[in-house]
């Protein structure tokens, strides 16, 4: 290359790094974030938690993260922000919408995988894992995360969480591995949780996690929020009680629901 042209790239590339660190535009940029649909502090390791396209090319972005503070960098991740807040609003993410979350664990598992080793542990986890997918996808419920021998889920209204949970019970009935036959206690509230990359956070979240944590083996506890949806011809809802628990509201009422 010829040292004139040489001398021209450099000049360029002198004045981008300037424009692109001057106080100027960080400051046009971040506030041009602050306006934009989505989290405006998207990129960091809670918001690009996740599957979707966003979250993914949200993480590559900020490994790219540079040493110096960087107008083109925001602006990146800006344009990311927008792709999930218009996610968000066409439905593939649910931002501000009630939903219904379920949280599931098997209980005594630990104390069995002790004794069965971890291959079988493994098998039961995978048997399990399988017939929570249909369960749920059935009742167009979605994973949200597994949580080692648990997982939490969403659904649209609490109705369609009780379907997914008394199928998913009927489906561990018939599952039975080195003599141990999978039981799961169950929590399910519905609130507005925030969606933050792939997951969710919030009141609501905690609240759901206390009501699954009181939940005796197989039985399916409901919030009274949640209860109030419900069809009386469909589920028995019974009697009511205030549920104490750290992290848990203090007005927090739950109750036993079967299928009628």
């Given at each position: 290359?010829?040292?004139?042209?040489?001398?021209?790239l450099?000049?360029i590339?002198r004045?981008?790094?300037r424009?692109?660190?001057?106080p100027?535009?960080?400051?046009?940029?971040?506030?041009?974030?602050t306006?934009l649909?989505?989290?405006?502090r998207?990129g960091?390791?809670l918001?690009?938690?996740?599957h979707d396209?966003?979250?993914?090319?949200?993480?590559?972005?900020?490994?790219?993260?540079?040493d110096?503070?960087?107008?083109a960098?925001?602006l990146?991740?800006?344009l990311l922000?927008?792709?999930?807040g218009?996610s968000?609003?066409s439905?593939r993410?649910?931002?501000d919408?009630?939903?219904?979350l379920v949280f599931?664990?098997l209980v005594?598992?630990?104390?069995?995988a002790?004794?069965?080793?971890?291959?079988a542990?493994?098998?039961?986890?995978?048997?399990v894992g399988?017939a929570?997918?249909?369960?749920?996808r059935g009742?167009?419920?979605?994973?949200v995360?597994?949580l080692?021998?648990?997982?939490?889920?969403?659904?649209?209204d609490?109705?369609h969480?009780?379907?997914a949970?008394?199928?998913l019970?009927?489906?561990l009935a018939e599952?039975?591995?080195?003599?141990?036959?999978p039981?799961?206690?169950?929590g399910?509230?519905?609130?507005?949780?925030?969606?933050?990359?792939g997951?969710?956070?919030g009141?609501d979240?905690?609240t759901?996690a206390?009501?699954?944590a009181?939940?005796?083996?197989d039985q399916?506890?409901?919030?009274?929020?949640?209860?109030?949806?419900l069809d009386g011809g469909?589920f028995?809802v019974?009697r009511?009680k205030?549920?104490?628990?750290?992290?848990?509201p203090?007005d927090?009422?739950?109750?036993a629901?079967?299928r009628v």
């Open positions: 290359m010829p040292d004139d042209e040489r001398r021209r450099d000049r590339r004045i981008a790094l424009a692109d660190t001057h100027a535009t960080l400051h046009a940029t971040a506030w041009l974030r306006r649909p989505g989290d405006s998207f960091d390791v918001s690009t938690a996740g396209g966003p979250q993914v090319i949200g993480r590559r972005v900020s490994e790219l993260q540079p110096r503070a960087s107008a960098h925001e990146g991740l800006g922000q927008l792709w999930q218009l968000e609003a439905g993410g649910r931002g919408e009630q939903l219904t599931a664990d005594g598992f630990s104390s069995w002790l004794r069965a080793g971890d291959e542990a493994v098998e039961l986890l995978r048997l399988a929570t997918d249909d369960a749920f009742a167009h419920g979605v994973v995360k597994r080692g021998d648990g997982v939490m889920a969403t659904f649209p609490c109705e969480a009780l379907d949970v008394f199928e019970r009927d489906r599952v039975e591995v080195s003599g141990y036959r039981r799961m206690r169950y399910i509230h519905c609130g507005r949780p925030r969606k933050l990359g997951d969710y956070f009141v979240v905690n759901s206390r009501i699954m009181a939940a005796d083996p399916v506890l409901v919030s009274g929020r949640a209860c109030a949806e469909r028995k019974g009511e205030r549920l104490k628990a750290a992290g848990a203090d927090l009422r739950v109750a629901v079967e």
